[in-house]
């Protein structure tokens, strides 16, 4: 079936019956049948809430056999029927390098249904539960909280200018797969959509996660006047679409009071 948006080749996808597009980062087949288009960004294989309004949770409800593979020193409770298992996921290798290259943990920790279970990072800002429709997702290193067990996570590498001058860092973490990931964010989360070849100019502190298909790359910051006084820097980074982006309110401002804290 053809994409009546790109007119390119979407997929079917079985577990939502439903066709992809993956050019528009977006669900199809319910546009041919003349229905509502299926939500890719709060489905998941049990049911979950977000709560709270400054520090927010994850509760989730796990039926028999199901798992939340989360960050280490996450939860906040959990039923007695829950199974804890903690473990270096995909191997000691892939573990080190989360740890080492992603920000993330050499250990991640497994909660087995059935039961609730509740999880926050403990950070001031939204939790974004983010379903995976097949397409992956680039995000900063340290926004994983958690995930279903069928989202694979591996550390990827940005281009050199772009980490060190366009805020997105030199390594990342990159998400597939057919599942839900949780991702963290300080402050409020700014979304939208970039359509092919349209652009968007960010401050480098604001970055979240794209759409793998989204291009990132430096913008350099016009006028000397804008340069030493704009309060922007000499670079900013620039997202070219197709895709998805997320954007963070709080990001400049919790880094800084977090490097003030460690000093």
């Known amino acids: 079936m053809q994409c009546p948006v790109c007119s390119g080749e979407t997929r079917y996808v079985d577990q939502y019956k439903?066709?992809?597009?993956?050019?528009?980062?977006?669900?199809?087949?319910?546009?041919?049948?003349?229905?509502?288009?299926?939500?890719?960004?709060?489905?998941?294989?049990?049911?979950?809430?977000?709560?709270?309004?400054?520090?927010?949770m994850v509760v989730a409800t796990l039926g028999a056999g199901q798992t939340l593979r989360v960050q280490p020193g996450v939860m906040i409770y959990r039923d007695p029927s829950v199974q804890m298992q903690t473990k270096a996921q995909g191997g000691l290798l892939k573990g080190l390098g989360r740890?080492?290259?992603?920000?993330?943990?050499?250990?991640?920790?497994?909660?087995?249904?059935?039961?609730?279970?509740?999880?926050s990072a403990g950070v001031p800002g939204e939790i974004m539960p983010l379903t995976l429709g097949g397409a992956a997702v680039r995000a900063k290193s340290g926004a994983f909280i958690a995930c279903e067990t069928n989202v694979e996570m591996e550390v990827t590498t940005e281009k050199i200018g772009t980490a060190i001058i366009g805020g997105t860092g030199l390594f990342q973490l990159r998400f597939h797969g057919m599942g839900t990931v949780f991702i963290?964010?300080?402050?409020?989360?700014?979304k939208g959509t970039l359509q092919a070849g349209q652009e968007l100019i960010a401050d480098?502190?604001?970055f979240l996660a794209v759409d793998d298909s989204v291009t990132r790359s430096r913008?350099?910051?016009?006028?000397?006047?804008?340069?030493?006084?704009?309060?922007?820097?000499?670079?900013?980074?620039?997202?070219?679409?197709?895709?998805?982006?997320w954007l963070e309110s709080g990001g400049g401002l919790i880094d800084w009071?977090?490097?003030?804290a460690a000093r």
Request: with cysteine.
């Open 18 to 56: 439903q066709y992809y597009c993956d050019r528009c980062q977006a669900w199809r087949g319910a546009v041919a049948a003349g229905g509502p288009i299926p939500s890719t960004e709060a489905r998941a294989s049990f049911p979950f809430t977000v709560e709270g309004k400054w520090i927010q």
């Open 99 to 119: 740890s080492m290259l992603g920000g993330e943990t050499l250990m991640l920790t497994d909660y087995g249904g059935p039961g609730r279970i509740a999880i």
């Open 184 to 190: 963290q964010a300080k402050g409020d989360i700014i």
């Open 204 to 206: 480098e502190n604001s």
């Open 219 to 245: 913008e350099r910051v016009q006028g000397m006047r804008n340069i030493l006084t704009g309060g922007e820097g000499l670079y900013l980074l620039k997202l070219t679409g197709p895709g998805r982006y």
């Open 257 to 260: 009071i977090r490097q003030l």
